[in-house]
């Protein structure tokens, strides 16, 4: 019969229990404060670099996002707040507030024209076009970082995807199933017909009919009755204006 242990041994067995299990714990916390003081020095190098690059991270959109990225890596956000080392190192807060402001009045001032849906690169050129040609040059990832500045203040502005497009919302309406299908459908002309609907997704006029009823009210499209072959046309402006075509009626381009 196997012998049990008597007291003694289990006593030592929990003394060298709680042994271990200080010395992983004094490992781990040694781990921890080696990694909070390399951070701490990548994080001082990073402001080292901030100022010695800052007119190249103002100026040039590209490599601005490439400082973002350096920053992402160490847990640094340079907008998290508008006061503070970096809005006065670098004065990025201010600078990517400005531009969320630039983005709602582009999305408020064409409202009436594409219900509140525009695409990331018509924001882009809109921004542009109201910043003027001295002003600092933006990007993509400038616009999708100043979005992100207005979704923190509960604004409404959302970007979904549709198809290849991104599009910006700033209307508080939902797209349903349809009304994403149909947008899809669209995106490579930037309108589409009920003949076309029907015959390549096998919608019947009732269906099409609904969607469409309800993206003319938000004047998410709009219509076209002078093509030459005399089909209705339903353009989709958040997805024409992007590609360039001309929302004239009777004219494609």
Request: with cysteine; charged share 30%.
């Amino acid at each position: 019969m196997r012998r049990r242990p008597g007291l003694q041994g289990l006593q030592q067995r929990a003394v060298e229990k709680d042994r271990k299990s200080a010395l992983g714990e004094d490992v781990a916390r040694n781990q921890v404060e080696r990694v909070k003081e390399q951070l701490s020095t990548f994080r001082s190098a990073l402001e080292e670099f901030a100022l010695k690059h800052r007119n190249d991270i103002k100026q040039n959109p590209v490599f601005r996002a490439q400082f973002h990225q350096m920053c992402a890596s160490l847990g640094v956000d340079p907008l998290a707040s508008n006061k503070g080392l970096w809005a006065e190192l670098l004065g990025i807060g201010d600078f990517y507030y400005e531009l969320a402001v630039q983005i709602a009045e582009a999305c408020l001032t064409t409202r009436e024209l594409n219900g509140g849906l525009m695409d990331i690169r018509d924001v882009l050129s809109a921004v542009q076009r109201r910043r003027g040609g001295i002003a600092e040059r933006v990007s993509k990832d400038d616009i999708m970082r100043a979005i992100d500045t207005l979704k923190g203040l509960g604004s409404g502005f959302t970007v979904i995807k549709v198809g290849s497009h991104q599009l910006l919302r700033s209307v508080p309406s939902e797209l349903n199933t349809d009304h994403n299908i149909l947008l899809e459908f669209a995106q490579d002309k930037g309108y589409i017909t009920e003949k076309e609907v029907n015959e390549n997704l096998g919608w019947p006029s009732r269906r099409f009919d609904l969607v469409m009823d309800g993206l003319l009210k938000d004047q998410v499209a709009m219509i076209d009755d002078g093509a030459p072959d005399h089909l209705r046309r339903y353009w989709f402006p958040c997805l024409s204006l992007a590609h360039g075509k001309s929302l004239n009626p009777g004219t494609e381009g």
